[in-house]
DNA sequence: TAAATTAAAGATATTTATGTCTTTAATTTA
DNA sequence: TAAATTAAAGACATAAATATCTTTAATTTA
């Protein structure tokens, strides 16, 4: 549903938010390390975040990423419209070539509810909101020491 | 989230539900132009749900795919998990190796929220109800026609 | 029994997502 | 200015999902 570039992008920018600023910026070593997240696949994908005006970068010894602060109250959503616009233009989740209120497919009305679900909560979610709870031991980005398995 | 494989399968056994039976089996051939699915992935795809027993079928001149009555109860779910077992097994929305209940990640809560409202559903819906559905106008299995887009 | 039909099985191909490596350009520091 | 550092850009590689084609085996019918 969601692709992992949206997940190491989401992930990546709130440890920036988190740890970086204009003074100190992150590298893209630090950064993969902080998340543990493919290094190379990372820098692509802040590339395409750059370009966005998303994150802010200098090359050069001393430079890396950080998030402007008009930047930190954009939404988790904003993200995943711009790394994984497919997702949001939602295809059926039935493989059906386009999602069809008038001709449902056997899972649209659940499709439909549960997308809208998750996709609320993405809106209300800034990088600010998201740092803040990495801040207070809520969530975490990385995912050493990790062995519980939710098996649901 | 969930794979093509799993909606191409419960898509087939609906129909397969609906218009066959051990008197009138369903060729491969009306079926892929009943659901409108690629024809050789289909036939992959009932294979393996034929050697999992939920559906039956005979080879040769009027063969072609049923499903018995003991199997018209079979749930969506136990498609998924059959189909598609990794969605299952739950991996982290988020890209991390596992969801951990104790270290969430950004976007856990809503995954988890999202998805077990889906999973109950499928756990709830049977082959015998999907077909009393697509019977009663409720939801339809092919997509010709289905000219608008749900753009949320 | 011979021919026709149909699913099963196996091999191959294509596409998409993910991941890696190399080269280039910008910036800083000595 | 020269050297070092770092992100950007582009090329390349691998893996997974999706799709197709060919051959084989089972079954029916003539
Ligand atoms: S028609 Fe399939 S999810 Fe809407
Ligand atoms: S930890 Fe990511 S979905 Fe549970």
Chains 1, 2 share one sequence.
């Not at 200098?58 to 954009?74: L, Q, Y």
């Not at 209120?101 to 979610?125: G, I, M, Q, W």
Request: net charge neutral; charged share 25%.
């Amino acid at each position: 549903m969601l692709s992992k570039k949206f997940a190491y992008a989401l992930r990546g920018l709130t440890y920036i938010a988190l740890h970086g600023s204009i003074e100190k910026k992150i590298s893209l070593q630090e950064l993969s390390d902080g998340i543990d997240v493919p290094h190379f696949f990372l820098g692509k994908i802040m590339q395409e975040l750059v370009r966005n005006e998303i994150v802010s970068s200098v090359k050069g010894p001393g430079g890396g990423f950080w998030i402007e602060d008009s930047a930190m109250n954009r939404s988790a959503f904003e993200i995943l419209k711009m790394i994984d616009p497919k997702v949001v233009a939602s295809n059926c989740l039935m493989g059906k070539k386009n999602c069809d209120h008038d001709r449902p497919c056997p899972l649209h009305a659940e499709y439909v509810a549960c997308r809208n679900t998750l996709f609320d909560s993405l809106k209300e979610t800034t990088l600010f909101n998201l740092a803040g709870k990495v801040e207070a031991g809520e969530l975490f980005l990385d995912e050493k020491n990790n062995s519980k398995i939710c098996t649901l």
